[in-house]
């Protein structure tokens, strides 16, 4: 009686702490149990070993039938192209990474979400630069990585302006805050691709960053902070300041970065 007088229950909030053990199982048991069986399905030493004997694509594809890989080039007629073999594995891995997301609760959903969004950066850049050209709106978004594609994406048609694509499309993606905050109208020129991918790219990895260190912590938040202020990161990030600070808009002292 002594005992359960004394013993007070964990509060709610100390429950859905992440990295809980009290509670793992009731959001990220499952999620973890996908996950270690996609590691179980990488292809060993082994298996790279019998790829590196194999003689043609053909080859390729049947040693690949036998692992976790299963049949996904089994409906593709010889002879098999290497663009093939790498887009089907990039729809395999789109597949599984999606099905992880569909399934996963907060935090784990925005720090999935977050992983997308440096592909959906080179996938806006990529709308950007066609639509300055005139390209084909239909086989630019063929060229889009699927990882990084947005419902914004299906509005696109041909003959919109850079002007529409900004007010109608960029602006109403989950880049939206970064676009707003960091890039005008009058920055999306050819003359400031790289510029604006730059940008882009340093507001989001703060971003990440900062919800990595601020929401997530423990050992999730140092690892990812270590990961996203590696030497390439770094050097990008100072590099997209100095561009930033170079667009014709950004003549307003009150618009440059602190």
């Known amino acids: 009686m002594l005992q359960a007088a004394l013993y007070q229950p964990p509060s709610r909030s100390t429950m859905h702490t992440p990295g809980n053990m009290a509670s793992f199982n009731v959001n990220d048991g499952y999620l973890e149990g996908i996950v270690r069986g996609y590691g179980l399905g990488l292809l060993t030493r082994i298996d790279y ?3 590196c004997q194999c003689d043609n694509l053909d080859d390729v594809k049947i040693h690949l039938g036998s692992t976790a890989y299963g049949d996904f080039l089994i409906n593709e007629p010889s002879p098999l192209h290497t663009t093939t073999i790498a887009e089907k594995c990039t729809v395999k891995m789109v597949t599984d990474f999606t099905y992880l997301r569909c399934n996963a609760t907060e935090p784990l959903a925005s720090f999935l979400d977050f992983i997308t969004y440096g592909y959906m950066i080179d996938n806006v850049v990529l709308l950007i630069t066609g639509t300055l050209h005139d390209r084909d709106i239909s086989e630019l978004k063929k060229k889009c990585h699927p990882l990084g594609t947005f419902p914004a994406m299906a509005s696109i048609v041909a003959g919109q302006t850079i002007s529409d694509l900004y007010n109608e499309v960029l602006i109403d993606t989950p ?21 604006i991918r730059n940008t882009l790219y340093k507001a989001y990895l703060e971003d990440f960053a900062s919800y990595c260190v601020d929401t997530l912590g ?3 938040g140092e690892v990812m902070k270590y990961l996203l202020e590696v030497p390439p990161y770094s050097s990008l990030l100072l590099l997209s300041s100095a561009l930033y600070l170079s667009l014709p808009s950004r003549t307003d002292p009150s618009l440059k970065l602190t």
């Open 49 to 51: 070993g019998n790829l």
């Open 175 to 195: 880049l939206g805050p970064y676009i707003v905050s960091c890039l005008n109208e009058e920055d999306l020129n050819e003359l400031n691709i790289e510029i």
């Open 218 to 220: 423990g050992a999730s």
